[in-house]
């Protein structure tokens, strides 16, 4: 997705092999790591739940933040940035605000606060844990932009919708720290729906080839890479409904 000049032969295959041995090497190596496994493992379990629910809710954890880094949509939106090459000396036209975008970021923040809620033992460590998704979102999102997209599209992920969104998103949060478990697991399935609802049947999030005049090439896999972004906003909700459904007791 990221080596826009690569191209399928026979070298390519060997790179792709190459590096399945060696990471498969890697991993064999690790397990035999007994003080490495051992200070992971009780990391994980003095700080997460146990159980293959458990398990299932750190992956979506991790989907979701993949779907997320692509610098092509704003901060925790949906929508593709489709903003025409800018011309010299001609100021583009301001678009106006969408708040149904504001509030699908403001659900999209409240759904990966359910969900880290789920996951976490102690609920006073999900700010923090939050704060540590967030970041490391944005500065992997930082980079893929720098290195993806054209200069002036450097920070165009982070627009009005996106800000508002984030601040509207902390007050629910601060709300929901101090709900019994049954209620986090109710409020997390209303703000998937809510969300779920709001980018199929509301807001137009744009195709995946409407981001493609602020990336540096035009391939073909860059369409691949939004259109998987597209499919994980999609189906997240229904991934986290389903979590919360297996945890329900």
């Known amino acids: 997705m990221y080596l826009p000049y690569r191209v399928s032969s026979n070298m390519d295959l060997l790179s792709n092999s190459a590096g399945e041995l060696l990471g498969a090497l890697l991993a064999v ?3 035999s790591w007994t003080w490495f496994v051992f200070h992971i493992t009780r990391w994980r379990n003095g700080l997460f739940h146990h159980g293959k629910e458990m398990d299932f809710g750190m992956a979506l954890l991790a989907l979701w933040m993949f779907g997320q880094i692509n610098p092509s949509l704003p901060m925790l939106g949906h929508v593709f940035i ?4 800018r011309q010299p000396f001609v100021t ?12 699908a970021i ?10 880290l809620m789920t996951l976490l033992r102690a609920p006073r460590n999900v700010v923090t844990a939050l704060l540590v998704v967030l970041s490391v979102v944005a500065l992997v999102k930082f980079v893929a ?10 920070l165009l992920w982070i627009n009005g919708e996106a800000v508002l969104g984030l601040l509207l ?3 629910p949060m601060v709300a929901v720290l101090w709900l019994p478990r049954g209620a986090v697991i109710g409020f997390g399935a209303a703000v998937a729906l809510g969300y779920f609802a709001i980018v ?6 744009n195709t995946p ?3 493609m005049s602020i990336y540096h090439w035009h391939y073909g896999h860059l369409l691949n890479y939004n259109g998987l972004a597209q499919t994980i906003t999609l189906v997240f909700p229904l991934l986290l409904l389903f979590h919360l459904w297996r945890i329900r007791e």
């Open 200 to 205: 199929n049947f509301v807001v137009d999030g």
């Open 29 to 31: 190596s690790i397990t």
């Open 82 to 85: 489709s903003e025409v090459a």
């Open 92 to 103: 583009p036209l301001p678009s106006p605000f969408d708040w149904w975008e504001s509030i």
């Open 209 to 211: 080839s409407a981001a």
């Open 169 to 171: 998103g902390v007050l």
């Open 106 to 115: 403001t659900l999209n923040l409240s759904m990966l606060g359910a969900l």
């Open 145 to 154: 932009a720098a290195v993806l997209l054209k200069s002036w599209a450097l």
